[in-house]
Nanobody, 126 residues
Framework: QLQLVESGGGLVQPGGSLRLTCAAS????????IGWFRQAPGKEREGLSYFSNKNGATYYTNSVKGRFTVSRDNVKNTVSLQMNSLKPEDTAVYYC???????????????????WGQGTQVTVSS
């Protein structure tokens, strides 16, 4: 059974950076795709990025494109989300999620993922 744990959240000033890490256990990530999501208070969970460990396909939602970057560490069995130029509106609980397969259909839809981490809080404030 695949298990995911996020880390790296915290408080950062506007314009700052954070690096979130999604650590997997119970299985290698080789055959999974990882989605990063966030949920702000009173808002729906939003899909931010998709990364296929199988073929490297990567997608970002427009609001984070050019600021957020996904990467994988094969040795550590982790996927990271580097977040730069953070804005107050980036404040949310951030989640990583995993699903099997290589197609990117509905990658931003949270219902299409089978495994979820517990989330990590990111607060962007001065």
């Amino acid at each position: 059974q695949l298990q995911l744990v996020e880390s790296g959240g915290g408080l950062v000033q506007p314009g700052g950076s954070l690096r979130l890490t999604c650590a997997a256990s119970g299985s290698t990530l080789d055959d999974y795709a990882i989605g990063w999501f966030r949920q702000a208070p009173g808002k729906e969970r939003e899909g931010l990025s998709y990364f296929s460990n199988k073929n490297g396909a990567t997608y970002y939602t427009n609001s984070v494109k050019g600021r957020f970057t996904v990467s994988r560490d094969n040795v550590k069995n982790t996927v990271s989300l580097q977040m730069n130029s953070l804005k107050p509106e980036d404040t949310a609980v951030y989640y990583c999620a995993a699903r099997a397969g290589t197609t990117a259909w509905n990658w931003a839809s949270n219902w299409s993922y089978n495994y979820w981490g517990q989330g990590t809080q990111v607060t962007v404030s001065s």
